[in-house]
């Protein structure tokens, strides 16, 4: 960002730091928990599996990605310059298509379904240093995880299951369900609405408990392959939007 | 002042309040309408009495079969089947009795249907009645009766048959949509039939509100012929709807695309123990976090 950009941040950022002027005569409840839902678009590097050849059969099935919701809730464990935390996060997604006729690759009437549930584990660092000391409403933070994620593949409103010819030419029925293991890293930007409504946010902590609200949005990089394995790659890069609730 | 204008307000309340209703109920099962088809001439029907008597009862209860409407007492050509003295009844407070079909006023009359001829349905009332009062031998009594008649009803109509309105070919399925389902119907099946064979088979029963039905383990590029029948409470069965044809067909979705294509991902429970472990890691990092927070 060139120079002047910076002076203009910084004009419109100032006026709204003086929103955040601390009331002395009130104390804010302790912070413990950060609570966020937030949604994106996700898709699976599936296509991205080099035994493919080239071959998309994701995108071919269904598209682009499918829309993707999760809930994660972060424990405050350290508090002295920003916030440090361990969450743990749940998150679904589905997108349907249409079969394709075996031999004319017509689409048939017959609908198909993918469907995800990511699991993580977060360690998550928030610095918050300078948005409850110097009143920029602006927080940048980092997250680490380890993760896995449950994947089906239905037809018909079932389990979709193939029939695969073994080498020794013996026909073994494979299911399309799973898990894969992975990790993911997050880099993301809040902004603390508190100084949009300094009082309703104090009233929103005496009277509820919610210490500060935040909007934000976060890039995932995430590689979900059973660390190297060469078959699904449930990982993706992709941007999430929310709302964040410090408790 | 205040203090009369309050009492004056307050009583009719209180007097109000101190008024419970004298009841009779009749029920077969618990319920008030009974539904039989056209074989259950010969069936007795047992069903149950219950009152609530607030006050004394100043007349017997009585309780009648009618094919008209229930009045205060039985008519002319009503079949009586309960008849107990008002101080009998009050303090048994519930019984039963019984009821042969065949025997029903309808089908004694001086002209009498055929009981189960078919496409008629015949609806019996069981009606019933007693008188209440404060003082039997002074001031005007209530008659009380069943707030909804109990109707025993012989129904040999068949229902109609329903449309199909298509067939759609899935992977060794066919997926059949209907229209037009007769309202009395309460379970609907589907026959089958591959070609060269004679017969069709059934399948079902489903639910006569399931628009779609799936049929499943069928063969692949086989032409089947399908038709529907319903059948009401009563257990009449419509005649089959017109036939229809389907042809399941082969079909691939996302994950035989995906395996054709020389993807190497075979799922199953290979990893079923990740979730779980994720859980155990979170929970366990949890847990020693629950200490307090460190400032």
Known sequence: ?247 | MRSILLALTLTPLVAGAQVVSSSLDIKVGGRTTLTLGPSSCDTVVQATWTTTVQGLACTPLVIWATAGDCGDSPGSGDLKLVDLTAATFPAQGTGTFTATVKNLPAYTAATPKTCGAANETVTHKLCGAFSVAADCNFGSKTVVKPAEPFKLTVDAVKPSAPNIEEVVPQDKALVVVFTDVDESATQLYVEVRAPGEVDFVRKGPFTSTQLRVRLEALENNVPYEVRALVEDEAGNVSDPSSASTGTPVDTAGFFEAYVAAGGSERGGCAAGPGAAMVWGAGLLLLGLAGKRVRR
């Open chain 1, 1 to 247: 960002m060139t120079s002047r950009g910076w002076l203009g941040l910084c004009l419109v950022l100032l006026p709204l730091g003086a929103f955040g002027e601390e009331d002395a005569t009130l104390r804010a409840s302790p912070r413990t928990t950060t609570l966020e839902l937030k949604l994106g678009s996700y898709t699976p590097r599936i296509d991205q599996e080099s035994g493919l050849g080239g071959a998309t059969p994701f995108s071919s099935t269904y598209g682009g990605g499918l829309l993707l919701g999760e809930l994660e809730l972060d424990h405050h464990l350290f508090q002295a310059f920003g916030t440090a935390a361990v969450g743990l996060s749940v998150g679904y997604g589905e997108k349907f298509g249409r079969a394709t006729v075996v031999g004319t690759g017509e689409s048939s009437t017959e609908m198909v379904g993918f469907k995800v549930l990511p699991l993580k584990v977060w360690a998550v660092y928030r610095l918050d240093y300078f948005a409850f000391h110097h009143n920029i409403p602006l927080v940048p933070y980092l997250k680490v995880g380890l993760a896995h994620a449950r994947w089906w593949a239905t037809k018909g409103g079932a389990i979709e299951t193939v029939e695969v010819t073994q080498p020794d030419g013996s026909v073994t029925t494979v299911q399309g369900f799973g898990g894969k293991w992975g990790y993911a890293g997050v880099a993301g930007l809040s902004f603390l609405l508190d100084v949009l409504e300094p009082r309703l946010a104090k009233d929103g902590d005496s009277d509820i408990g919610i210490n500060h609200s935040y909007l934000f949005a976060e890039y995932v990089y995430e590689e979900l392959d059973d660390f190297g394995g060469n078959a699904f790659n449930l990982g993706s890069r992709r941007w999430m939007f929310g709302l964040a609730l410090e408790l």
